[in-house]
DNA sequence: GATAATCACTTGCAAAACGCAAGCGATATT
DNA sequence: AATATCGCTTGCGTTTTGCAAGTGATTATC
């Protein structure tokens, strides 16, 4: 655990994750817009870094060559239990903006969640988990309510980012 | 979960809980032998902060005037879903000294777990959880195997820290 | 009962990390 | 051809960290 801390153990790599677990984000511009107010140069070290620890790859975008896509790795996405204890845990006893109600079906519904979440790592469905969070500017928040219950089957990975 | 890593953000207070919920800790000294190398300032620094954070509390020892013991509040040991997952990722993907048996066992149990974590807490037995990361200078570390079908009950509180 | 240890810190200072603003090269749009 | 966007890098001042030494209170030892 001390070796993952010298991952985490800093103010943003577990936002970043975080970011690209449930928010959607992809693209550098995302977490700059993202209102969280992470430096450029910040931003591009921990990116490097959680690619060194093989958590997040980059890919550059086929249809626009300016654009470089991150992705969680299988070993990215398995920090979803983490996060999603952490995200109960700050429910509990933080005051998130998080509405509570849903928290507390997220809690009950433990496997449900993760599932959903690895579910839209694989099939790269875009869509944010987390809809009070708010998703990348441009992109339509995931399907209303969000997780958990979720089985509008939208399925299309278009879901409307805007200009590009 | 942006409040959270106002907590956690760095790389000594989620390291300071864990040693308080699953090694035993209690004193100041008990984080400075341990070999982790943190420094006296920034230890001071971050159990002022977990304490303002409410996670953890302090109050003097009543046989020895000096020490101070500090202990996990309820919304510290809330935090043990959280290691508990943070633990398993860990043993799975990163390289760190946890047995891996007993890592997947904890992972298939892991009610049971936070269950004896939570006693111990509430019972206030000193046992560490981890018997490889070692407890306290001094102390016997827990019943041989450790948790997750630990029903050994020893029971008692004095389980023999050395000198003091 | 004076002396030495131990404990939980604090202080000073140097090194590293961070945050801001500006700039830069490559690609894309107009 | 000119301009905009994207993903960075660079410089520089501020903040945080780490190391070593020291301090005051309490306790153990001679």
């Given amino acids: 655990m001390?070796?993952?801390?010298?991952?985490?153990?800093?103010?943003w790599s577990l936002l970043i994750v975080r970011d690209l677990m449930v928010r959607g984000f992809r693209s550098f511009q995302d977490f700059m817009d993202s209102g969280e107010g992470i430096a450029t140069n910040i931003l591009a070290h921990r990116l490097r870094r959680l690619q060194r620890a093989d958590i997040v790859e980059a890919e550059r975008d086929a249809s626009d060559g300016r654009r470089v896509n991150y992705r969680l790795t299988k070993k990215g996405i398995d920090l979803a239990a983490?996060?999603?204890?952490?995200?109960?845990?700050?429910?509990q006893h933080e005051d998130?903006?998080?509405?509570?109600?849903l928290v507390a079906e997220m809690a009950r519904n433990r496997e449900a969640v993760l599932a959903e979440t690895q579910r839209r790592w694989r099939e790269r469905d875009p869509r944010?988990?987390?809809?009070?969070?708010?998703?990348?500017?441009?992109a339509a928040s995931g399907s209303g309510k969000g997780v958990a219950g979720d089985s509008t089957n939208g399925r299309k990975p278009e879901a409307g980012r805007s200009k590009r």
């Fill in 82 to 91: 983490v996060m999603l204890e952490l995200l109960i845990w700050g429910a």
């Fill in 96 to 101: 998130t903006g998080a509405p509570q109600s």
């Fill in 128 to 138: 944010p988990m987390l809809p009070w969070l708010g998703g990348p500017r441009g």
């Fill in 2 to 11: 001390n070796i993952s801390l010298e991952v985490f153990g800093d103010r």
